[in-house]
Antibody, heavy 114, light 107 residues
Framework: EVQLVESGGGLVQPGRSMKLSCAASGFTFNNYDMAWVCQAPKKGLEWVATISYDGSSTYYRDSVKGRFTISRDNAKSTLYLQMDSLRSEDTATYYC???????WGQGTLVTVSS | DIQMTQSPSSLPASLGDRVTITCRASQDIGNYLRWFQQKPGKSPRLMIYGATNLAAGVPSRFSGSRSGSDYSLTINSLESEDMAIYYCLQHNEYPRTFGGGTKLELK
């Protein structure tokens, strides 16, 4: 059974950093591109970033370029999102998803507030 | 960036109704269009891929279609469990973009 479990969310002050993790199981992690998608409270879904299966290629939405870094450790079957210079508008639930978006984690809430 | 204009934003409907939600792409995306269902407090669920293909485990009352740059999700004979927010997603190019969502609710 495919499982994606996010962790690392919480309350953080504006300008600070936070690193999210997504532990994958039930499939061959290093065969799949992976993505992060976020959802601000009571708002719609927004794609954040994607990383290729081998980590060689990364893609970001404009609003996070230069601040967020997507990465992966295939030996640990884990996806990461390093979020720096956080802003209040980054407050959202962050989901990891497997290529094709057929599988999603349960999400982890990041709240950026002083 | 490709804009996905989704309509309507809200759709009151009755059980047993046939409803249609539409996304219009601002550029050609071929059939790289997916539909998701999201219920309160839950992760999105893939319903349709490749614009017209039913995802695994999705009831046959759901269907997807395409007419030019317009992509539609149709639900035949609406059931109470279908009340949710529906989103389209284009994955033809980066950045991936979602439609704004359609809240399907009981009339």
């Amino acid at each position: 059974e495919v499982q994606l479990v996010e962790s690392g969310g919480g309350l953080v002050q504006p300008g600070r950093s936070m690193k999210l993790s997504c532990a994958a199981s039930g499939f061959t992690f290093n065969n799949y591109d992976m993505a992060w998608v976020c959802q601000a409270p009571k708002k719609g879904l927004e794609w954040v970033a994607t990383i290729s299966y081998d980590g060689s290629s990364t893609y970001y939405r404009d609003s996070v370029k230069g601040r967020f870094t997507i990465s992966r450790d295939n030996a640990k079957s884990t996806l990461y999102l390093q979020m720096d210079s956080l802003r209040s508008e980054d407050t959202a639930t962050y989901y990891c998803a497997r290529r094709g978006f057929a599988y999603w984690g349960q999400g982890t809430l990041v709240t950026v507030s002083s | 960036d490709i804009q996905m204009t989704q309509s309507p934003s809200s759709l009151p409907a009755s059980l047993g109704d046939r409803v249609t939600i539409t996304c219009r792409a601002s550029q050609d995306i071929g059939n790289y269009l997916r539909w998701f269902q999201q219920k309160p407090g839950k992760s999105p669920r893939l319903m349709i891929y490749g614009a017209t293909n039913l995802a695994a485990g999705v009831p046959s009352r759901f269907s997807g279609s395409r007419s030019g740059s317009d992509y539609s999700l149709t639900i035949n004979s609406l059931e109470s469990e279908d009340m949710a927010i529906y989103y389209c997603l284009q994955h033809n190019e980066y950045p991936r973009t979602f439609g704004g969502g359609t809240k399907l609710e009981l009339k």
